[in-house]
């Protein structure tokens, strides 16, 4: 298993989103620049797994790094499955079959991560 390593602290996305108006009044729900900073970051970042196009059922284990206890791990799985799909390297995140993840307190936030497809094609 090929393992990439992106710096920066994980933006959970459920405390990052907020409303603006849309047309004709209504309210639109935005990602803030906290998520979209960390997603420009994790694309530039990540060079294996880029323009990968995994589609097929994959294995996907992770280590989370923060600067403290205060970051619910499950959510930053979904901002990095999320960046996943941004940068190409999987075609759909509904095709994660397996998750290992772990969490760790660190002054240098970070995730590690590495994807192992479980079927192989067959013509691999």
Sequence with gaps: ??????????????????AVPGKNGEKRI????????YETSFVLQCR??????????????????YTDNNH?????????????????AITN???????TARKHISQQPRITF???VLQKSLFD
């Design 114 to 116: 590495g994807i192992e």
């Design 30 to 37: 935005i990602k803030d620049a906290a998520i979209r900073n």
């Design 72 to 88: 619910d791990l499950d959510n930053s799985i979904k901002t990095v499955l999320d960046c996943l799909q941004m940068a190409g």
């Design 48 to 65: 294996k797994y880029r323009n990968m196009k995994i589609n097929r059922p994959f294995k996907f284990d992770c280590d989370v790094y």
């Design 1 to 18: 298993m090929i393992k990439e390593t992106i710096y920066g602290q994980v933006v959970s996305k459920a405390n990052h989103y907020q």
């Design 93 to 99: 995140d509904n095709l994660m079959h397996e998750l």
